[in-house]
């Protein structure tokens, strides 16, 4: 059972910045896909970034190429997402996942991740 641990996420006003840490416990694969998924009041839930953590392949949504970047550090079982010029449509319930292989033109399909954090929100004020 691999458990998720979300942290870094808070308030912050339009244009600033926050990093989030995605670290996990457990049995992990050699190698596996992490993601990163949003959902704001009232919308579906979108993936956001993902990467893998043997090659350190990314993906992004359109929404947020450019402003958002995603890392690893494998020695720490952590996934980051660094947000700058962050906007009000970016608040959300910010949640990691991963599963051990997700093609990657299915990279933002909830349905194929198993295991969940429990999520950590990001307030953006205009």
């Known amino acids: 059972q691999v458990q998720l641990v979300e942290s870094g996420g808070g308030s912050v006003q339009a244009g600033g910045s926050l990093r989030l840490s995605c670290q996990a416990f457990?049995?992990?694969?050699?190698?596996?896909?992490v993601v990163w998924f949003r959902q704001a009041p009232g919308k579906e839930r979108e993936g956001v970034a993902s990467i893998y953590t043997g090659s350190g392949t990314t993906y992004y949504a359109d929404s947020v190429k450019g402003r958002f970047t995603i890392s690893k550090d494998n020695t720490k079982s952590t996934v980051y997402l660094q947000m700058d010029s962050l906007k009000p449509e970016d608040s959300a319930m910010y949640y990691c996942?991963?599963?051990?292989?997700?093609?990657?033109?299915?990279?933002?399909?909830?349905?194929?991740?198993?295991?969940w954090g429990q999520g950590t929100q990001v307030t953006v004020s205009s």
């Open positions: 457990g049995w992990l694969p050699l190698q596996y896909c």
């Open positions: 996942a991963t599963a051990a292989f997700v093609p990657g033109d299915s990279w933002s399909h909830e349905g194929r991740y198993k295991n």
